[in-house]
């Protein structure tokens, strides 16, 4: 079938992307769902930093590719052996397929999914198999997808391994699709990764939708101080507004202190989502002695951040990543819009904007100038 897509031919275009326009919008071929596959109607789909980070060439992925990874919509098609959907079922759609038999699988982590990761990187599908085709290249038409669900289109083939279904038919897609990421790893970096008790102080580097998320996570915890760091003033007052006890603006040159002053010395738990160096050195900073510094942030791959082995070890200092929240999709996603619904974990509150996919060039120029936190495509 063809359908209309965003797709990305090149990493590290200039900006304003408004003007280079590194996503342009065609017309490109989508085969039928294989087996063990579905085809989606998109609904809605999210403006990630991680998308971002494909664009500007932090994540280099194979080109060209339909990117987009947070996404809902709604099941056209069942592929031969996918008997536990039906078209017309709402579904989540996650962005790292777990195939449920290699190691980190049978351990219960699947976010760590061997043959997903894989895949992923190579820009296909779980099965290894690509449905995306350029109809204007026909010498080399197949085009890779993005994290395995290629969302910024129409319609999406992807492994029954990446769906969710969601039951709750009150749920707008554009609620729905930010379960797919920015509350999986936000709210999973506090709940899963650090299992922070209540009590707890904690700092939140980074007030994206991610580091929102998180911050919405910590209250859910009963964290007694919930410190919010970023350099956009509005993003503070949003997060005050979301249950922050305290905010500093992380240019401020005594930042670090300023988050030691108000939680006695520093925090238990330091959530690091900015995706930088110099977020990650901060966190770490801040984190008290005998702490924990959590990074769920994605820099690109040649940064390096140095570390004092001496003063990790003298302080039993312990340092974590998380990915997509540590979660467990079918456990977790069901979990979240249920708090969601009993207004425990307001996400709706970070939606900045609902787009069209034509726009969708500027919605990425306001996501990297900071001046959005969810920007929502609707189809």
């Given at each position: 079938m063809k359908i209309k897509a965003a797709v990305l031919h090149a990493l590290g275009t200039a900006q304003p992307y408004a003007e280079t326009k590194p996503l342009t919008i065609e017309e490109v071929e989508l085969a039928p769902p294989g087996p063990?596959?579905?085809?989606?109607?998109?609904?809605?789909?999210?403006?990630?930093?991680?998308?971002?980070?494909?664009?500007?060439?932090?994540?280099?992925?194979?080109?060209?590719?339909?990117?987009?990874?947070e996404a809902a919509g709604v099941v056209a098609e069942c592929g031969p052996g996918v008997d536990d959907l039906k078209a017309g079922d709402k579904v989540v759609m996650v962005f790292v397929p777990s195939c449920g038999s290699c190691l980190p699988c049978a351990e219960g982590r699947p976010a760590l999914c061997e043959p997903g990761a894989e895949t992923n990187t190579a820009g296909t599908l779980l099965s290894g198999a690509r449905r995306l085709e350029r109809t204007s290249a026909p010498a080399d038409p197949l085009l890779h997808h993005h994290m395995g669900v290629s969302a910024f289109a129409e319609y999406a083939v992807v492994s029954r391994r990446s769906l969710i279904k969601v039951d709750d038919e009150e749920l707008s897609h554009e609620e729905a699709?930010?379960?797919?990421?920015?509350?999986?790893?936000?709210?999973?970096?506090?709940?899963?990764?650090?299992?922070?008790?209540?009590?707890?102080?904690?700092?939140?580097?980074?007030?994206?939708?991610?580091?929102?998320?998180?911050?919405?996570?910590?209250?859910?915890?009963?964290?007694?101080?919930?410190?919010?760091?970023?350099?956009?003033?509005?993003?503070?007052?949003?997060?005050?507004?979301?249950?922050?006890?305290?905010?500093?603006?992380?240019?401020?040159?005594?930042?670090?202190?300023?988050?030691?002053?108000?939680?006695?010395?520093?925090?238990?738990?330091?959530?690091?989502?900015?995706?930088?160096?110099?977020?990650?050195?901060?966190?770490?900073?801040?984190?008290?002695?005998?702490?924990?510094?959590?990074?769920?942030?994605?820099?690109?791959?040649?940064?390096?951040?140095?570390?004092?082995?001496?003063?990790?070890?003298?302080?039993?200092?312990?340092?974590?990543?998380?990915?997509?929240?540590?979660?467990?999709?079918m456990r977790d996603i069901p979990r979240y819009i249920e708090l969601y619904r009993r207004g425990q974990l307001p996400v709706d509150r970070l939606m900045s904007d609902v787009i069209a996919l034509e726009e969708i060039n500027s919605g990425f120029d306001r996501l990297a100038a900071g001046k959005t936190v969810r920007q929502v495509i609707r189809f």
């Open positions: 063990g596959e579905v085809l989606i109607e998109v609904k809605a789909a999210g403006l990630c930093h991680s998308d971002l980070s494909v664009i500007n060439g932090s994540r280099p992925r194979p080109m060209p590719m339909v990117i987009g990874h699709a930010l379960f797919g990421c920015a509350v999986l790893t936000g709210v999973g970096a506090v709940v899963n990764t650090a299992q922070v008790p209540p009590g707890s102080s904690v700092a939140v580097l980074g007030l994206g939708g991610v580091g929102l998320n998180a911050l919405l996570g910590a209250r859910l915890s009963g964290a007694r101080h919930i410190v919010a760091l970023d350099l956009q003033e509005s993003k503070l007052a949003l997060a005050s507004e979301l249950g922050a006890t305290g905010t500093v603006n992380a240019a401020d040159p005594n930042a670090i202190e300023a988050v030691k002053d108000m939680t006695g010395g520093g925090v238990d738990f330091a959530f690091e989502l900015a995706g930088s160096v110099k977020a990650m050195e901060q966190a770490y900073r801040i984190t008290r002695r005998g702490g924990t510094t959590v990074s769920a942030g994605l820099p690109h791959p040649d940064h390096r951040w140095e570390l004092q082995h001496v003063n990790m070890v003298a302080e039993e200092r312990t340092i974590k990543g998380s990915y997509i929240g540590s979660c467990v999709p």
